[in-house]
């Protein structure tokens, strides 16, 4: 498993995370084993999210199967998220909102402190001063030691700039082989009539996390677009799963490498966010974590998952 300095931290991180966004309904057991299947594959990144679960449900569930104590706890790096409301539903970066959601996570965690604590989805009523008071507060206490965002542009990136002074080391961005407007954007870029050329908000987020040392934290890896299932093994996608099955033949792994693979292989040193709750796959998709796909190999997929390349 590569582990690397996360920018703006203290913190090593492995280039695959596992989300816990699934675990409320399983067993304690069942968490245990998929956690530690996790920390076997060098996997000791966890990332939670209030709402998962409903109302701080997930977080409480991992501390319940996990018991951790403070060494176990401080051998792994805990992060969630706070700013969507459920009741609504509706979005509140609010400085009383995100010191409650904190307050609860570090209840459900059983927890002192949050290592990352991101923004999860866009407030359109943002006041980036609120955010900038609630982000010194909580790193001032000691319960929260880095902060990010997730699913944000650059320019609602730059706006949060302007007031918060800790820097934001993460964003979250959904991402897979067939679901990469992130990366099609600019392969495309003034390719006249081309969907995957349209610009958004200034377009370019990937390069502009890592002209500013903000770690991509790829969701869905797997997923074949916005919650439409999984690509691998879908018959939607005959031609891109032949070459994953030729690939995966090559480097003698599992289908899931492969897709692990071609986000790691990105030089913006990438982490990929799992969403399984199978303890096999967890195993497999770590197995990209180190991948030496070829230039001509990644290429060959993105082509593969319908993406123009000139």
Known sequence: MKHFPLPGTEITAPNVV????????????????????ARDAGIDFFDHADIYGGDHLCERRFAEAMHLNANERSEITIQ???????????????????????????K??????????????PDALV????????????????????????????RQIDLLKRSVTRPLVANQLQLSITHSPIIAQGIAANMSGEEQSNVLDGGGILDYCRLNDI????????QGGFFDGVFLGSDKYPELNAVVDRLAAKYDVAPEAIATGWITRHPA???VVLGTTTPQRVTDSADGSELPLTRA??????????????
Request: aromatic content about 10%; proline content about 4%; cysteine-free.
């Open 80 to 106: 969630t998220k706070a700013g969507i409301v459920t009741d609504g539903p509706y979005f509140d970066y609010s400085y009383e909102h995100l010191i409650e959601s904190v307050e609860g996570s570090l």
């Open 215 to 222: 770690t991509v934290q790829a969701w869905s890896p797997f």
């Open 297 to 310: 190999e990644w290429y060959e997929l993105f082509r593969a998952a319908g993406h123009r390349v000139p």
């Open 269 to 271: 040193n990438m982490q």
């Open 108 to 121: 459900a965690l059983r927890t002192d402190y949050i290592d990352i604590l991101l923004l999860h989805r």
């Open 18 to 37: 596992l989300g816990l966004m699934r675990i409320n309904d399983k067993s304690d057991e069942e968490i245990r084993t998929l956690v530690n299947t």
């Open 127 to 154: 006041e980036p001063d609120e955010v900038a008071r609630a982000f010194d507060d909580l790193h001032a206490s000691g319960k929260v030691r880095a902060f990010g965002v997730s699913n944000h542009t650059p």
